[in-house]
Nanobody, 129 residues
């Protein structure tokens, strides 16, 4: 079993930056265990479906982004700390949502929710205009 805990959300103004963190742990987790998982961030705004934001592959560290965050958000991982990050710059009011961290132990489409086995509880990001 894997536990994911997000942090770093908050209330900011348009144009500001935030960095979200997601710490992974579990009964069988040790240093570098997260390197065996593809990690991703999704978000869900009120009244909307949960949508893909960014992912980083377990195998080669390739990164993937939704079009609406390209050039503004950066996903990274520190396998030694079992932590994945989402650096969010130039935030917009439409980025307001609960941001969820997800982990996939299996191969699949990195942008698809169904690929991910484990989910965190989410962290709220609110961007005021």
């Amino acid at each position: 079993q894997v536990q994911l805990v997000e942090s770093g959300g908050g209330l900011v103004q348009a144009g500001d930056s935030l960095r979200l963190s997601c710490a992974a742990s579990g009964r069988t987790f040790s240093t570098y265990t997260m390197s065996t998982y593809t990690m991703a961030w999704f978000r869900q705004a009120p009244g909307k479906e949960r949508e893909f934001v960014a992912a980083i592959s377990r195998s080669d560290g390739n990164t993937y982004y939704a079009d609406f965050v390209k050039g503004r958000f950066t996903i990274s991982r520190d396998n030694a700390k079992n932590t994945v990050y989402l650096q969010m710059n130039s935030l917009r009011p439409e980025d307001t949502a609960i941001y969820y961290c997800a982990a996939a132990a299996r191969w699949g489409v990195v942008t698809a929710r169904g690929t991910y086995n484990y989910w965190g509880q989410g962290t709220q990001v609110t961007v005021s205009s």
